[in-house]
């Protein structure tokens, strides 16, 4: 069936190291896409979002890229910083999926 | 601007017990969602709200599960009863208006079926 899913559960990086996650989703209808950051015990909080008639996004410190070829987007912060650490999850909003979201940590 | 808000944070309940979930969404938003996230997991869609019209029921067990928004603002979500793999976090959302919109979620309600 279609699903979203990332490739890495986990993801280690140094404070001020950039940080790449990714994304791939198999349903071709997807039209738009939404990153969010999952802190412990707290609900999903919108980072950027994504439309399909666009291949790039920026907002402070995160980019965005799409690649509707390949079905694949990816989430790069730059300068982690510790804040950061937190679990990152893709979604696309045409069937409301979730990836399984990929564990960002910080280290210092 | 007050966010999403839910109650309670935390139950602990006995399986085949009843249990009930709340939701304010933000001032405004038409659209209102029900997720559940199991531990490790990304969040599933349970229920999708357009005013007061549940539009997207399709992944709620409707044997055990009902949810309401009867004046198409506050929304609960009950189990009843509630089985041991019901333990979960119950998420709330809300956007301005459709699928192609941000939602904004709140802080869930951390359910545990003993």
């Known amino acids: 069936g279609e699903s979203v899913g990332l490739h890495l559960p986990t993801l280690s990086v140094q404070e001020g190291d950039n940080s790449i996650i990714n994304c791939a989703y198999s349903?071709?209808?997807?039209?738009?896409f939404i990153w969010y950051k999952q802190e412990s015990g707290k609900g999903p909080q919108f980072i950027i979002d994504?439309?399909?008639?666009?291949d790039k996004r920026q907002g402070q410190r995160v980019t965005v890229l799409l690649n509707k070829t390949v079905k694949h987007l990816s989430l790069q912060i730059a300068a982690t910083q510790p804040g950061d650490s937190a679990v990152y999850f893709c979604?696309?909003?045409?069937?409301?999926?979730f990836g399984a979201g990929t564990r960002l940590t910080v280290k210092p | 601007e007050a966010g999403v808000v839910q109650s309670p944070r935390y139950k602990i309940i006995e399986k085949k017990q009843p249990v009930a979930f709340w939701c304010n969404p933000i001032?405004?938003?038409?659209?209102l969602y029900w997720y559940r996230q199991n531990l490790g997991q990304g969040p599933e869609l349970l229920i999708r709200?357009?005013?007061?019209?549940?539009?997207?029921d399709s992944q709620l067990p409707k044997d055990r599960f009902s949810a309401e928004r009867l004046k198409g603002v506050d929304s609960t979500l009950k189990i009843q009863p509630a089985e041991l793999g019901d333990s979960a976090v119950y998420l709330c959302?809300?956007?301005?208006?459709?699928?192609?919109?941000?939602?904004?979620f709140g802080p869930g309600t951390r359910l545990l079926v003993l």
């Open positions: 979604a696309e909003n045409n069937d409301m999926r």
């Open positions: 001032s405004g938003h038409n659209t």
């Open positions: 709200y357009e005013n007061e019209e549940a539009v997207d």
């Open positions: 349903n071709s209808a997807s039209d738009y």
């Open positions: 994504i439309r399909s008639n666009m």
């Open positions: 959302a809300s956007s301005s208006g459709g699928a192609q919109e941000t939602q904004y």
